[in-house]
């Protein structure tokens, strides 16, 4: 069995590699940071000057609630924020854009706010860790996945022999591994989603993973500009958040499918290739022009097909040749032999 595990995972193991952990700003500078502005603004206003605050009015407001978070060590989700004070903000959208701008202001991650975002993705496999409240949480049941906990700073004491972690595009296909036990077919490994654009806390579970784990982090996305796309934020980042892309994102992400040359190579049905539609085709433009893009040529000779062919495909269409064949051949064949770009 030992030996059946190693070839398995040869290829994989060899991506192993060793990483420096993530550094969050300590409690005392954070503290600092917010008195400093606050006192910029008390003394212009000593001196009868117009005080500058590149933020909208209510903001002091807010400053005054994450100072008290942070001096109390206790958490908040924008959600509790915005409904601690409905009238003053009028939207959740106002809370998350002056939670970001304050974040950048103050040149620390929004989460050293003390600030926390509700989690929607789910994660499964060869897991166990602890919640900052003590709580234990074991990712190994195979009929059900666990929710990306709100506080990916709080974890603690985490425990897996995973040898890869797989990043799922979509929460059908996720659901599809689970129901599949793709978990204990390959175990030991990692499986998380964040259904869709993925949020910050799954983004962050990711890289916590990453940093404390050193595995190979793979993406399974539909072969189309959007879910390419969504690949890119994982492991490069977004644009909304730049200023915390060095604590959001795993550089050393791979694509292991679905390629557009699996397309070919797997003689997926034509019934089940969908053409790209003009959005599509601008997308894929705006990829290939990207600078990190450019610098990988086998994404890019993968996106230049695509272009080619004119045609993308979900991660379903391989049901076309066997209902099973992604949990029984076409992932254990790419894990075991290294089919990823």
């Not at 601008?282 to 994404?299: A, I, M």
């Not at 209902?323 to 064949?333: A, E, G, H, Q, V």
Request: proline share 4%; hydrophobic share 40%; aromatic share 8%.
């Amino acid at each position: 069995m030992g030996s059946h595990v190693a070839r398995q995972f040869s290829e994989v193991d060899k991506l192993r590699t060793e990483l420096l952990n993530n550094v969050d700003v300590i409690t005392e500078e954070i503290l600092t940071r917010i008195e400093s502005v606050i006192l910029e603004v008390v003394t212009s206003l000593s001196k009868d000057e117009a005080p500058v605050l590149a933020l909208p009015s209510r903001s002091s407001w807010l400053f005054l609630v994450i100072y008290k978070l942070v001096q109390s060590n206790s958490f908040a989700t924008k959600r509790d924020i915005y409904y601690n004070n409905a009238q003053l903000f009028g939207s959740q959208k106002a809370v998350d854009g002056l939670v970001d701008d304050i974040s950048c202001m103050l040149k620390v991650s929004r989460r050293s706010l003390h600030v926390l975002a509700t989690s929607k993705g789910f994660i499964s496999g060869d897991l166990c860790y602890m919640e900052e409240d003590g709580t234990r949480i074991d990712c190994r049941s195979t009929s059900a996945a666990v929710s990306v906990s709100s506080n990916i700073r709080g974890i603690k004491n985490i425990v897996s022999s995973a040898k890869f972690v797989l990043i799922v595009e979509k929460d059908a296909t996720f659901q599809r591994l689970l129901d599949d036990d793709f978990c204990t077919k390959m175990s030991p490994c990692i499986i998380i989603t964040g259904k869709g654009v993925p949020d910050v806390n799954s983004r962050l579970m990711v890289r916590k993973l990453w940093d404390a784990l050193h595995v190979p982090v793979f993406a399974l996305v539909d072969a189309d500009p959007h879910g390419i796309e969504i690949m890119c934020i994982y492991k490069y980042g977004s644009v909304a958040m730049a200023f915390e892309a060095h604590s959001l994102t795993v550089p050393s992400v791979m694509w292991l499918g679905l390629l557009p040359s699996d397309l070919q190579r797997l003689r997926v049905p034509k019934d089940a290739l969908i053409p790209l539609t003009r959005r599509d085709e601008s997308k894929l433009c705006s990829l290939l022009g990207r600078p990190y893009v450019t610098g990988k040529p086998q994404w890019q000779k993968e996106m230049e097909l695509m272009q080619q062919s004119k045609v993308k495909a979900e991660i379903q269409s391989l049901a076309a040749i066997a209902p099973d064949f992604l949990t029984s051949i076409y992932l254990p064949n790419k894990l075991r032999y290294g089919g990823w770009v």
